[in-house]
């Protein structure tokens, strides 16, 4: 078992631990020592439910600890304010109080959506977060983030409440389908593009490895990469200023996802957005020339899908991203590499880049006919 620390700073709620534990659902009660509560709730969507409720159940039930089920339909859709509110309103009816705790059994909808009942519930009540996708393993689950969609605009409702504890099972990978496997390996190469050249080069040695599910590298990239997104958010805990870096690929990708109707994977989204982004970025003279063609390489290698099919219309996608949470006065702010393993800062200290529409949309064209060529050359 690997345990990391996550010291966050006073002006948040807490420090928590980390654990990276295969088989370590079955030791659930260990972990809720850092929550101590009157009852636990255990929320997850219906397939997890189904999959991993018993089994989360029995192990705090083993431990001595009073624990109840909550289910929700599975599917990006219903992170909504409607389930969030029929959750509620379920953990009232059932008498649970200010003495309980979340436990956010599942992926990363599951997490977004019981952390943001967990941190409005009663004003506030602890959750523990337990992954079972290896996106929601390596990202989502760390660093506080909640919440849910509204009007096609992911998380656009949300707080930051940090977890009491995350437990990482690797072993839970196992009944995950591929496509959702492979598709959490793009937060991991998203977080060594920006800040670790070293940890790129791992992940593209061992690309076969990890596409193929191989558990000792999926467990080894988890722990790279939680801890390296645990520094960022030790570093930025309320999102002010360096933690805008882990966003490099989501402009674009959330307005892919958005454009799709969430058909497309949040890991496919990012994978496509950082090829995008990159080529930007070399577009404006900013990213050293072929980022974007390594990127394309290694992310094709660890199993990602060319998704990026004419006809995209530029217009369409950049009127998606416009609600984008990093966008100040209107104009969209991107994160753009300077080489593999760094951030660009931009020439106002910031590390997100301001670049309106009408100046983005013929490198952004660009962008996408390279990467359009580059699909071609390779089908």
């Given at each position: 078992?690997t345990?990391?620390?996550?010291?966050?700073?006073?002006?948040?709620r807490?420090?928590?631990?980390?654990?990276?534990?295969p088989?370590?659902?079955?030791?659930?009660?260990?972990v809720?020592?850092?929550?101590p509560?009157?009852?636990?709730?255990?929320?997850?969507?219906?397939?997890?439910?189904?999959?991993?409720?018993?089994?989360?159940?029995?192990a705090?039930e083993?431990?001595?600890?009073?624990?109840?089920?909550?289910s929700?339909?599975?599917?990006?859709?219903?992170?909504?304010?409607?389930?969030?509110?029929?959750?509620c309103?379920?953990?009232?009816?059932?008498?649970?109080?200010?003495d309980?705790?979340?436990?956010?059994?599942?992926?990363?909808?599951?997490?977004?959506?019981?952390?943001?009942?967990a941190?409005?519930?009663?004003?506030?009540?602890p959750?523990i977060?337990?992954?079972?996708?290896?996106?929601?393993?390596?990202?989502?689950?760390?660093?506080?983030?909640?919440?849910?969609d509204?009007?096609?605009?992911?998380?656009?409702i949300?707080?930051?409440?940090?977890?009491a504890?995350v437990?990482?099972?690797p072993?839970?990978?196992s009944?995950?389908?591929?496509?959702q496997?492979?598709?959490?390996?793009a937060e991991?190469?998203k977080?060594?593009?920006?800040?670790?050249?070293?940890?790129f080069d791992?992940?593209?040695?061992?690309s076969v490895?990890?596409?193929?599910?191989?558990?000792?590298?999926?467990?080894?990239?988890?722990?790279?990469?939680?801890?390296?997104?645990?520094?960022?958010?030790?570093?930025?805990?309320?999102?002010?200023?360096l933690?805008a870096?882990?966003?490099?690929?989501?402009?674009?990708?959330?307005?892919?996802?958005?454009?799709?109707?969430?058909a497309?994977?949040?890991?496919?989204?990012v994978?496509a957005?950082?090829?995008?982004?990159?080529?930007l970025g070399?577009s404006?003279?900013?990213?050293?020339p072929?980022v974007?063609e390594?990127?394309?390489?290694?992310?094709?290698r660890c199993?990602f899908?060319?998704?990026l099919?004419?006809?995209?219309?530029v217009?369409?996608?950049l009127?998606r991203?416009?609600?984008?949470?990093?966008?100040?006065?209107?104009?969209l702010?991107?994160?753009?590499l300077?080489?593999?393993?760094?951030?660009?800062?931009?020439?106002?200290?910031?590390?997100?880049?301001e670049?309106?529409a009408?100046?983005?949309?013929d490198?952004l064209?660009?962008?996408?006919?390279?990467?359009?060529?580059?699909?071609?050359?390779?089908?």
């Open positions: 078992m345990v990391i620390r996550v010291e966050v700073p006073a002006s948040a807490t420090g928590y631990e980390i654990r990276v534990d088989g370590g659902l079955d030791r659930l009660a260990d809720c020592a850092a929550a509560a009157h009852r636990y709730a255990v929320i997850a969507d219906s397939h997890v439910a189904q999959l991993y409720g018993r089994r989360a159940l029995s705090l083993t431990g001595g600890l009073d624990a109840a089920m909550f929700f339909p599975a599917g990006e859709w219903n992170k909504s304010a409607a389930q969030w509110a029929d959750l309103s379920e953990l009232m009816g059932e008498g649970f109080g200010r309980s705790v979340v436990i956010a059994l599942g992926g990363g909808v599951t997490g977004d959506l019981a952390g943001f009942v941190s409005t519930y009663m004003r506030g009540v959750v977060q337990v992954p079972t996708t290896l996106l929601s393993m390596v990202d989502s689950s760390v660093g506080g983030k909640t919440g849910i509204a009007g096609q605009v992911k998380n656009a949300g707080t930051l409440h940090h977890p504890a437990l990482v099972d072993e839970l990978l009944t995950l389908p591929k496509y496997r492979v598709s959490g390996i991991a190469v977080v060594a593009a920006i800040r670790d050249a070293e940890f791992w992940i593209s040695d061992r490895a990890l596409e193929s599910g191989d558990l000792e590298a999926t467990t080894a990239l988890i722990e790279r990469s939680v801890r390296s997104k645990a520094e960022v958010v030790v570093a930025d805990p309320e999102e002010r200023g933690r870096i882990l966003n490099f690929g989501h402009t674009f990708g959330h307005a892919l996802e958005s454009l799709s109707g969430f497309v994977l949040h890991g496919e989204a994978a957005g950082m090829r995008m982004e990159a080529r070399e404006l003279g900013v990213t050293t072929g974007g390594i990127l394309d390489e290694v992310l094709a199993g899908p060319e998704i099919e004419p006809p995209l219309d217009d369409e996608l009127e991203a416009r609600p984008d949470k990093k966008a100040r006065g209107g104009a702010r991107w994160v753009l300077s080489e593999l393993g760094a951030v660009a800062l931009a020439q106002d200290g910031e590390f997100t880049h670049i309106p009408e100046v983005c949309r490198p064209s660009d962008a996408l006919r390279i990467a359009f060529e580059a699909a071609d050359s390779t089908a």
